[in-house]
DNA sequence: AAGACCTCCAACCGCTGGGAT
DNA sequence: TATCCCAGCGGTTGGAGGTCT
């Protein structure tokens, strides 16, 4: 349609944010609010496109965040949620204090998606499984890895190396910690919790 | 100890809907 | 009505880091 790009792609950071950009960035939103995203980076003094402020401040930055682990309880309200309204992320948000859309998300398709096919339910339409779909279903709960071997692939199709992207994401931030870490003295969230990383193969599956 | 495998999540891209002109 | 601009949404990705062999 001939529309302008969302911002001067070539001036603009991208990857992961640093100290200094989030600080400014939380300086700017103390002062000023929040809103008119497209003319917050110039005037905040970021190198950035006012889609990627947004979402850094969305999904990271923002006082109200809930950081760790969902409970129980959140676990059941999501599936309910999804069960009715979809992958209507930001409004299975609304009714989740303090998370975000994104980790909602995330969470959703690295959690809750193996918990349902667990229970014999397809993830998707929140019924129980056909033995056909049973079949697909754990087919997929014990390969999880196959977003993974997708990605493979895709780099395989590309020589062997990883699929080039406009600008490698700078490596930042200490251990366990993508982001730099922040200052002192500006609200920023906690810090996560550990993470719960590792290999968990479902039942039967032995790794390698 | 090294390498393979896997999880997790921040951040990206492209698209859509709504308001303004 | 048609077009443009913008904020917001959903899907996807890269890569850090944990676990296992």
């Not at 599936?79 to 998300?105: F, V």
């Not at 993470?195 to 968990?200: A, D, E, F, L």
Request: charged letters at 25%.
């Amino acid at each position: 349609m001939g529309r302008s790009p969302c911002c001067e792609k070539e001036h603009t950071n991208k990857g992961a944010w640093t100290k200094e950009e989030d600080q400014r960035l939380i300086a700017y939103i103390r002062v000023n609010g929040e809103g008119c995203w497209r003319s917050l980076p110039k005037a905040a003094g970021l190198l950035r496109c006012g889609k990627s402020c947004r979402l850094r401040w969305m999904n990271y930055l923002r006082p109200d965040l809930k950081r760790g682990n969902f409970t129980d309880d959140e676990d059941e309200l999501i599936i309910r949620l999804h069960s009715l309204l979809g992958n209507k992320w930001s409004l299975i948000a609304g009714q989740l204090p303090g998370r975000t859309d994104n980790e909602i998300k995330n969470y959703w398709n690295t959690h809750i998606k193996r918990k349902l096919l667990s229970r014999g339910m397809d993830p998707h339409t929140h019924r129980p499984l056909t033995p056909v779909d049973g079949a697909a279903a754990s087919h997929e709960a014990a390969s999880h890895g196959v977003v993974v071997r997708r990605r493979q692939q895709r780099r395989d199709e590309h020589g062997g190396a990883a699929v080039p992207r406009p600008e490698p994401r700078p490596v930042s931030g200490p251990a366990g910690c993508r982001h730099a870490d922040l200052a002192p003295g500006l609200p920023l969230p906690p810090p996560r919790p550990p993470r719960r990383g590792g290999v968990q193969l479902p039942s039967g599956r032995q790794p390698g």
